[in-house]
């Protein structure tokens, strides 16, 4: 009787209940939407490398190295000669290490120059491996393994023809034509910029190269793959490489070893450390964001304790009726309070639905144009505590108005 | 005795100097229909309000039913509205947006009555009784004619079979024929069910149903405009 007193008279109420429904339920999915995308991108940063000891490059800031060796994010500054990384992972301390060049891209997907150790050494998320969804590593020259999201955005399958392109432009005028790379594998996504990455041999990305001066093709013929064999392709400089050591002990060890390298300026990185410092940097935007979502919140509660406020006046002869027949002040004062959860509960039935709705529509554009990788389970602990926090300041803002009513016992008429 | 005021006083916090009533002594007793008839503004609202427990005296002595309001407290003077009184207004008796029955079911709600099963054949006969078809039951109340709005708000008033019914000014928005189907069904129910009635009205011309007529300026010896 209770419940359905207070739902008939917010279904009379109509036009103000379902505006201060609207302002909360956006409200809501302001603050939701925030918190599950902060939430998100934090895991999905976490998640993108683990297992690496060290990251190497050029000596750079730490962020810059870590954004564009992980993230394929930013340019690199400098490359590293091949003699150093040569060097530097003959270490008796390092157990394996995976070298990197970067520089060319495909149809706006980078292209990474590697070898196949990154297939066998490299783990992301909780120390998983990465794994084929079809095919295998790269063998010769001219072979490429696709990132997940490459092969089903360009509709690429095993055997199909990839030609390269020279930048990181997503449409390069200069293209590495003459020399197509054959696709042998496809990786199974990972939910990291992996998925959004070319990956090729070291050899190969030397090969594309052979024929061109200061970045210019030059007019000459391709040079042949028979040719290519007999020379020994090596690489002279790539730009950076990771690291795994035989103990965790020595990261410290290395890293300065590394950092005081007399040869050439190196920047040694703890993927672990960067990516908090990331983190960190994200922090006050991160902040702002959950404070302006605050804010919204704050004004539609306002809203809703100011609408329900107008009601009380408009229901005073409703509510002396009540008192008449016996109810006393605290049914009334209750009734008010159920009144403003009904509304709260229903922006916040809607306010999720409408959340879930727009992250299925725009999780595919997200993680291809941003690398974001937002999954779609909006109701985690954090957010569950947030709905409990809307309901409590919904009571709260609600007290003036059922408190009117409570006091409303107007005297005489 | 069903009613019995003895030296009571009453002025508003606002106020506290001037009195609204002041009533030496008066009483009306067990299943007596009394018509009480004066000008609005002579503290009539008042005097029904402390009746029903809704105020209480600045001072004196407030009897209903062998009951002294005047020292319960709010809860128990709530209690003893919803248990023993039953009030019907000139207009807004009920709850414009809910059914008859929902309206007649909220009223019990607030006494401690019989069951649930009991309740929902008393309402039936009730809202029977009265001539509500039953096509209007479900509808909400403000939905239906005014005629019948003042009829159900009897059957909401009679619903915790009250000893003691107010009726303030029940029929100023109803016409002729209405006014007479009211009071006779409103009669008919009183004297059945051995109700004290205290009537209130200006229309002179109901006085007829009544035995007992008291004047409003002879019960409050506060004067209108002091």
Sequence with gaps: ?413 | MAIQLNDVHFAYPEAPNTDVLNIKSWSVSAQDQVFVHGPSGGGKSTLLNLLSGMLTATTGEVNVLGERLDTMNARQRDRFRANHIGYIFQQFNLIPYIDAIDNIQLAHQFANKNSRSVLVDEITSLLSTFHIPQTDWHKPVGKLSIGQQQRIAIARAMINKPQVLIADEPTSSLDQKNRDNFMSALMSLVSEHHITLLFVSHDMSLAKYFGRIDALSEINAVREGN
């Design chain 1, 1 to 413: 009787m209770f419940t359905r007193l207070a739902s008939k008279s917010l279904l009379n109420r109509k036009g103000s209940v379902l505006l201060t429904i609207m302002a909360m339920t956006v409200s809501i999915f302001v603050l939701l939407g925030v918190e599950h995308i902060r939430g998100q991108s934090k895991q999905s940063f976490n998640s993108t490398i683990s297992g690496v000891d060290l990251i190497v490059g050029a000596r750079t800031g730490s962020l810059n190295l870590l954004l564009y060796s992980v993230f394929r994010l930013g340019s690199p500054t400098n490359n590293i000669d091949w003699e150093t990384y040569q060097r530097v992972s003959s270490n008796a301390k390092v157990a394996w290490s995976i070298p990197i060049s970067l520089g060319d891209s495909h149809k706006g997907f980078r292209v990474m120059g590697t070898t196949t150790d990154y297939f066998k050494y490299f783990s992301y998320g909780n120390k998983r491996h990465l794994e084929f969804s079809s095919g295998k590593a790269f063998e010769h020259i001219f072979d490429v393994v696709l990132g997940a999201q490459v092969a089903k955005k360009l509709g690429y399958s095993l055997d199909d023809m990839v030609i390269l392109a020279h930048g990181l432009g997503r449409t390069s005028f200069s293209l590495h034509d003459k020399s197509p790379f054959n696709v042998v594998g496809i990786l199974a996504a990972t939910g990291t910029p992996i998925d959004q990455t070319v990956h090729v041999s070291l050899q190969g990305i030397e090969a594309i190269h052979m024929d061109w001066q200061k970045g210019v093709a030059t007019d000459g013929t391709a040079v042949t793959d028979t040719q290519l064999q007999a020379l020994e392709l090596k690489p002279k400089n790539i730009t950076a490489f990771m690291l795994g050591l035989t103990s965790r002990m020595a990261t410290f060890g290395v890293q300065r070893d590394i950092n005081n390298y007399r040869k050439e300026p190196l920047s040694a990185i703890l993927p672990g450390v960067a990516l908090s410092e990331l983190w960190q940097m994200m922090g006050l935007l991160e902040n702002t964001l959950r404070l302006i979502s605050g804010l919204i919140l704050i004004s539609a509660l306002l809203g809703l304790s100011a609408m329900m406020l107008a009601s009380i006046k408009e229901r005073e002869q409703e509510i002396h009726l009540l008192r008449v027949i016996g109810a006393p002040p605290s049914y009334l004062f209750l009734l008010i309070e159920l009144e403003a959860l009904l509304i709260s509960f229903i922006s916040m039935l809607v306010g999720t639905a409408a959340l879930y709705l727009c992250l299925f529509i725009a999780q595919d554009a997200l993680s291809t144009n941003f690398g974001l990788h937002i999954g779609l389970n909006i109701l985690s602990f954090n957010n569950i505590l947030f709905l409990l926090l809307v309901a409590g300041s919904t009571m709260v803002a609600a007290a003036i108005p059922s408190l009117t009513a409570y006091k409303g016992v107007d005297r005489g008429q």
